[in-house]
């Protein structure tokens, strides 16, 4: 790292809350275990609820990856009742509306029902919608690979952006978390990201800032990603990780798969720029699953 | 029946049942949600006994699933062509359109037409050229509506709801989402041929205006079929010599020029059943009825021994002429039939160019063919690529077929056809070209052990040697559903390309080892 890019780290890192953590005795990173909608509101209350992210009135998308035409138990797509208790969370929180939408890879009609999290979004009171190809806005990212690209209209118009990625194996990232997940967002033709897949990725993290970031690693996908679509390749982790550092939840996600952070090229390239930390020692988490990171 | 015959007040009631039903189930010929559809989509066309006859006569086999038109044939035995009348949707267009036509109807003219373009199609159906599809009226219609005028409606509410959007104005939202989750596509239909198929179309709807129901009197060969079926019938109409007062009213009324007020004549084979001569005879004279004997104002139908042996010989000479102009040397490139579909001689038999299966494809990449398949092939449904792939779960185009050309295949069955092999082309693949990692296909390659895979290696760039992830395709796994080069990130030409080689219907392939 050399001074310039230090300075600016240090620079946005005091933007970063870290005061507001340390002062509140509050976690930045919450890895918790058990099934999905109790570890998330466990998770939660340990950050200091859902509330210190959601506002009354708030229109919220809560962003799964739902990009394959797989169920469930493949692991290709966010756990349904993952998402599923975001969204409610995010409700009892006071949202007014919480969309949940992804500009899936296969068909959408297919890959919205068999991921299952269509159902289990609505039924939790999401307003779930096709991606419509008219409705995309090129807009200014002002990043180091896309200065310009086209995001998806309501993506930019949200109050809050709730990252509900799923830990998965990636043929080309090594892994899919939070920062790759946000490529569901965004139109053209946005395979051609793949040629400079880390910076990029980091252009849009620095983008779109979600508010909170969920990762799914109830069921993680080992091998065959993105798309797998054999049960050898899904291990069963019941593990959730929230946090508001999007870097730092990949990071840790890195970490629960078995990879070092700086394998997955999009984390060191948003750490470099600052977008957050990815040396977990310097995050404080709290572990609700009784082990040690 | 006779004068107490009332029923034909309901036929403008039954006439739009039957159109209403026939939309509803165009409309249902897509994914909503369930693997298998749950209504029989192609109903209309497995109650076309022209498409029954051909089938048999080209295939040499009877095609069971289209046993149901014997129906039609029963009906039109019993009452003459209630099917144009009352059921036939396009005749139900026509017969709209033609209420715009205000000049009066005058004397019959190519009636005959039709008669000899479908000895024409029985003989080249019978010489195994099955051409039936381009003038049946249920295959011009699905085809007409799924490639010109569904995508012109989309076309059209998409842009409206989109400009809408733009500005700001989302009052009508709630509109437009009901719109899409019940009348529109969920992305806009794109075919090759819509702008020819649209405008035969539209010509077949404006010539209403030249002649009341010219298609139907003129062209149609399911006309002249029932016609033929319907010159048996017991049917009469007796003209009341003693009520008529020869005012012409019949004639001028009658949209299938069957009815001729001079001495009640009337042409069995032409009448539609409309009963509007009955209805609105101002002196009540003309009753429908049934009647064993010939019926004396029955005109006879002469369509002339020499005419009718030209018109079998054209088309017996159909089929050769069809085929010396393309006979292939080697596999067709472009030529990627949907998966299940029969052996390329075979499916040409049965195709009937309905265009469902382009309907219900769920990406839109089937396509009506030009030349891809032969001049005997033309708007046969063939994949391309470029526009949408075969999804590896979807098996609708099978079950909408309504001739058994594309076999109903359970996803099992399918995820183990090919219908084409990838072929990665090394000088434009970007891993292999740039030394920069893409893998996108491999990505996407739907088979549960990829078909695509990579491997690492070292390839020279501007900038030295580099070592990249290269895609190499296992052909043994490939099942040629495209989505590779669908999505292939390069936006003209893509760097992987399928083709039909090594495809499953068309037999043994030694795949290399």
Same mark, same amino acid.
């Given at each position: ?9 240090? %620079? ?10 340390? $002062? ?57 009742? !993952? ?44 307003? !779930? ?9 090129? !807009? ?52 051609? %990201? ?11 993290? $620095? ?12 069921? &993680?996908?080992? $091998? ?15 593990? &959730? ?53 | ?10 036929r403008p009631?039954?006439q ?50 289209? #046993? ?13 062509r209630?099917?144009c009348g009352w059921?036939?949707?396009?005749g139900t267009?026509n017969h709209l359109l033609s209420r715009l036509n205000?000049r009066p109807r ?100 404006? #010539?209403n205006?030249?002649r009341p129901r010219f298609w139907c009197t003129h062209?149609?060969?399911?006309g ?26 019949c004639q001028r009324l009658c949209p299938s020029g069957a009815a ?10 032409e009448c539609f059943l409309c009963g509007r001569c009955?209805?609105l ?233």
């Open positions: 790292m050399d001074r310039r890019s230090f300075l600016k780290f240090l %620079l946005l890192s005091a933007l970063l809350p870290w005061e507001q953590g340390l $002062a509140s005795g509050r976690p930045d990173l919450v890895i918790a275990k058990g099934p999905p909608e109790e570890a998330l509101t466990a998770a939660l209350e340990a950050l200091g609820g859902m509330g210190r992210f959601i506002s009354r009135g708030d229109v919220v998308l809560v962003k799964p990856n739902m990009s394959w035409d797989r169920p469930p138990r493949f692991a290709a797509n966010t756990n349904p009742e !993952v998402v599923a208790a975001v969204v409610k969370l995010c409700l009892d929180a006071g949202a007014r509306k919480v969309k949940v939408f992804d500009h899936s890879c296969d068909d959408p009609r297919r890959v919205y029902r068999r991921s299952g999290i269509m159902q289990a979004a609505k039924g939790a009171g999401a307003e !779930v919608y096709y991606v419509e190809p008219g409705r995309f806005r090129r !807009v200014r990212i002002g990043g180091e690979v896309l200065k310009e690209w086209e995001v998806y209209g309501d993506a930019l118009e949200v109050d809050k952006i709730v990252n509900v990625p799923v830990l998965k194996h990636h043929s080309l990232a090594r892994l899919t978390m939070g920062m790759k997940n946000l490529m569901g967002l965004i139109g053209g033709r946005r395979a051609q %990201l793949h040629w400079q897949l880390s910076e990029a990725l980091a252009d849009l993290a $620095a983008f779109f800032r979600p508010q909170l970031v969920v990762l799914d690693a109830t069921r &993680v996908l080992t $091998a065959g990603g993105p798309q797998g679509g054999s049960l050898n390749y899904v291990k069963e982790m019941n593990t &959730v990780v929230v946090g508001t550092d999007q870097v730092a939840v990949d990071a840790c996600g890195a970490r629960l798969f078995g990879l070092d952070p700086e394998e997955v090229g999009c984390i060191p390239a948003a750490h470099r720029r600052g977008l957050g930390e990815m040396d977990l020692r310097r995050v404080r988490i709290k572990r609700l699953d009784g082990q040690r990171i | 029946m006779g004068k107490g015959f009332n029923w034909f007040r309901w009631f039954i739009g049942a039957f159109l209403l039903l026939f939309f509803l189930l165009f409309l249902q010929t897509t994914y909503r949600g369930r693997d298998v559809i749950p209504y029989p989509v192609n109903l209309f066309l497995r109650f076309d006994p022209l498409i029954l006859l051909t089938t048999l006569l080209s295939t040499h086999r009877l095609p069971v699933v289209l #046993l149901p038109a014997l129906s039609v044939v029963g009906l039109t035995l019993l009452l003459g209630v099917f059921i036939c949707p396009l267009l205000r005058t004397g019959p003219g190519g009636f005959r037409w039709k008669y000899y373009i479908l000895f024409g199609l029985l003989a080249s159906s019978l010489f195994t050229v099955q051409v039936v599809g381009y003038l049946d009226p249920l295959s011009l219609l699905i085809r007409s509506l799924t490639l010109a005028a569904e995508p012109l409606w989309n076309l059209a509410a998409h842009s409206a709801f989109s400009s809408l959007y733009e500005h700001g104005f989302k009052v009508l939202e709630p509109l437009y989402a009901f719109l899409r989750a019940h009348l529109l596509a969920l992305r806009q239909p794109l075919y090759h041929q819509a702008f020819a198929v649209g405008v035969i179309f539209a010509a077949v709807l404006l #010539l205006l030249l062209l149609c060969p399911l002249a079929l029932l016609g033929l079926v319907a010159f048996l019938s017991p049917l009469s109409r007796r003209v009341s010599p003693e009520d008529c007062d020869l005012c012409g009213l001729d007020s001079r001495e009640g004549l009337w042409r069995k084979a009955q209805v005879c101002p002196s009540r004279a003309v009753a429908f009825g049934f009647s064993l004997g010939k019926g004396e104002a029955v005109e006879g139908m002469d369509l002339g021994r020499r005419r009718v042996l030209l018109s079998l010989a054209a088309g017996a000479v159909l089929a050769p002429l069809l085929r010396l102009s393309s006979l292939p040397t080697r596999g067709r490139e472009g030529l990627i039939r949907p998966p299940g579909a029969l052996p390329e001689a075979e499916f040409l038999r049965r195709c009937v160019r309905c265009g469902e299966c382009m309907k219900v494809c769920l990406t839109g990449g089937f396509q009506p063919a030009l030349l891809e398949a032969g001049l005997e092939g033309i708007w046969t449904p063939v994949f391309d690529f470029d526009l949408g792939y075969c999804q590896y779960y979807c098996t609708l185009c099978g079950q909408v077929c309504p001739t058994g050309a594309i076999q109903e295949l359970t996803q099992a069955e399918k995820a183990k056809v090919k219908i084409g092999l990838a072929h990665i082309d090394r000088s434009r693949c970007i891993p292999y070209s740039q030394g920069v990692d893409c893998i996108v296909c491999e990505e996407h390659c739907p088979t549960p052990e990829k078909a695509i895979k990579f491997v690492l290696g070292e390839v020279v760039t501007p900038k030295g040697p580099r070592r990249v992830k290269l895609p190499v395709v296992d052909l043994r796994l490939c099942i040629g559903c495209g989505i590779c080069q669908f999505k292939c990130p390069l936006e003209d030409k893509p760097a992987i390309v399928v083709t039909p080689l090594g495809e499953t219907r068309g037999g043994a392939f030694l795949l290399p080892t």
